[in-house]
């Protein structure tokens, strides 16, 4: 089979461009009309909160207290390594299905949404939902995030949920 017709389309890619238009304009409606540490919406019952926060650190704000350069080191150079290896990984290998193709420009759109925020906002990425969590592994709130990092966990969850299914593979036009 000629390499062209191997060739996955990068169709999916317009997922990744997607979650990040999506999560660049949450973040910016959020800093244009909250002020950083406001509460400016709860749901009926408490479940829901929309917030004003900024991380400066990973998840859980992890990494929050390194020095600058480790920051730009381990929250900087390291995702985008990571994100390019996903990139050359998606183009070369015959190994994933069409779905799991989708998954990872999910996951490639919600890295970059927050690396953006990791380069261009000062302040550290903006988050801004906040679920109640009840308890739940000592959380009466769960962390709060933003879309990015829901596009990452969700379609995490999906590549490693259809790692146990059958799939089609390589030809099912990716």
């Known amino acids: 089979m000629p390499d062209a017709a191997r060739r996955p389309s990068p169709l999916p890619f317009a997922l990744t461009a997607l979650i990040v238009a999506a999560d660049q304009a949450a973040k910016a409606l959020v800093v244009s009309l909250m002020p950083p540490g406001s509460l400016a919406w709860r749901s009926p019952g408490d479940f ?39 990139c050359v990984y998606w183009f070369k290998t015959d190994e994933l299905s069409r779905f799991q193709r989708w998954a990872l420009c999910g996951i490639l759109g919600g890295g970059l949404g927050n690396l953006v925020d990791r380069v261009f906002r000062p302040d550290g990425v903006v988050d801004f939902l906040s679920f109640r969590f009840y308890g739940l592994f000592g959380l009466e709130r ?33």
């Open 48 to 86: 829901l909160w929309l917030v004003h926060q900024t991380n400066t650190g990973a998840a859980f704000s992890m990494g929050d207290g390194l020095p600058e350069a480790g920051r730009v080191a381990v929250l900087i150079l390291l995702p985008l390594a990571l994100l390019a290896g996903l």
């Open 142 to 174: 769960w962390p709060t995030f933003n879309v990015a990092d829901a596009a990452v966990v969700v379609c995490g969850l999906l590549v490693a949920v259809s790692g146990f299914l059958p799939a089609r593979r390589a030809g099912d036009g990716g």
